[in-house]
């Protein structure tokens, strides 16, 4: 069984930073992308980050310049270094684990950007 649990998130001002972590846990074979996304209240769930399991990552435009995706292979570990934060980024961010035989979600972790 794999378990992915993010933490990292909270309360910031805006134009303020976080770094989201991801650890996942269990047997974990066959990955074809790990991922950030998020959900705002009474929003749709949206891409956030995404790296391929050849290195390779995509952003969000509304992210881009601002936002970085890494990971760790030797922790298992996904990252996401956020800056410049706005308002805007105000969610509820998952982890997301895209394996060969099924995609795995962590329980997310509160994002709050306000003054």
């Known amino acids: 069984q794999v378990q992915l649990v993010e933490s990292g998130g909270g309360l910031v001002q805006p134009g303020g930073s976080l770094r989201l972590s991801c650890a996942a846990s269990?047997?974990?074979?066959?990955?074809?992308?790990m991922a950030w996304y998020r959900q705002a209240t009474g929003k749709q769930r949206e891409l956030v980050a995404e790296i391929t399991r050849g290195g390779s990552t995509n952003y969000a435009d509304s992210v881009k310049g601002r936002f970085t995706i890494s990971r760790d292979n030797a922790k298992n570990t996904l990252y996401l270094q956020m800056n410049s934060l706005k308002p805007e980024d105000t969610a509820v961010y998952h982890c997301?684990?895209?394996?060969?035989?099924?995609?795995?979600w962590g329980q997310g972790t509160q994002v709050t950007v306000s003054s």
């Open positions: 997301n684990l895209d394996l060969s035989y099924r995609t795995y």
């Open positions: 269990g047997t974990i074979f066959g990955i074809n992308a």
